[in-house]
């Protein structure tokens, strides 16, 4: 934080920001680090974090790794998050149409988040085919490279576009972010995402936008497996998933006017 950020806050809590800084740190560390690893980039000594990281393994926010000394994020802030109200509703809200969409696909389907700059997967719904493809809840991943992504990025304000584009890590080059927020542009016009998936071969992305108050609230995605005799098409399959994701909207408008 800068000197004139510093200037203008009216309270300071340094206790509770030291225990803020261990926790977006190893949000964002890829393994677990140990205590004098996280000393060293928050510059700090160890022994002023050693009974800061002790109450946090307490409380089950953060935990120690099996293999190492290191610490790691918990899912416990996932799991707080989720119990607002807002979130929980449009969950359950959600899920019985995502069983339909399985039942009727035959493929499996999962409901995406922005967080962070990122789109993390808070429900999901498994296949019972033999051959499938699922994503796990609490998978993560950057915005620009996911099908998810792109649709809550695309359905969102300039305003709130610029400000998720501050938090892309690792962040773009001026040519790539151009490049993707033409893309975005794109699907927001045909309203489904189709796209090779980035990280598994044969699988199609197919998502759509849940919205909620002119905004993606979240996506609606399909890992649609590419089989040799498939029951259904990635373009019908992509029809499903709209019809669904529109479902989920106006109960969503209907719950809201209740409150």
């Not at 190893?26 to 393994?31: K, N, Q, R, S, V």
């Not at 029951?231 to 992509?238: G, I, T």
């Amino acid at each position: 934080m800068d000197d004139i950020e510093d200037e203008d806050r009216r309270y300071k809590a340094p206790a509770l920001e030291k225990g803020l800084d261990i926790l977006e740190l190893l949000a964002d560390a890829a393994e677990p680090l140990p205590l004098a690893a996280i000393a060293d980039q928050l510059d700090r000594s160890r022994g002023e974090l050693h009974r800061m990281v002790q109450v946090l393994q307490f409380r089950g926010y953060i935990d120690q790794d099996a293999g190492s000394e290191g610490y790691r994020l918990t899912d416990r802030l996932f799991a707080l998050g989720m119990r607002q109200p807002r979130t929980r509703n449009l969950v359950e809200l959600s899920l019985p149409v995502m069983r339909q969409l399985v039942q009727d696909s035959g493929e499996s389907c999962h409901l995406a988040f922005h967080s962070r700059g990122e789109m993390v997967v808070v429900a999901r719904v498994e296949s019972g085919e033999q051959v499938g493809f699922s994503v796990r809840v609490g998978y993560r991943r950057p915005i620009p490279s996911t099908a998810s992504g792109a649709v809550l990025y695309a359905f969102q304000s300039d305003a709130v576009r610029q400000r998720w584009e501050s938090l892309f890590a690792p962040a773009l080059s001026p040519a790539a972010l151009k490049e993707f927020r033409a893309h975005a542009d794109t699907v927001r016009t045909r309203q489904v995402e189709l796209t090779q998936s980035p990280l598994v071969g044969g699988v199609t992305d197919i998502s759509a936008p849940i919205m909620r108050g002119g905004a993606a609230a979240a996506a609606l995605t399909v890992p649609y497996l590419e089989r040799r005799e498939p029951v259904h098409s990635a373009e019908q399959v992509s029809v499903m998933v709209l019809a669904a994701a529109e479902r989920i909207a106006e109960q969503l408008v209907q719950s809201d006017e209740r409150l």
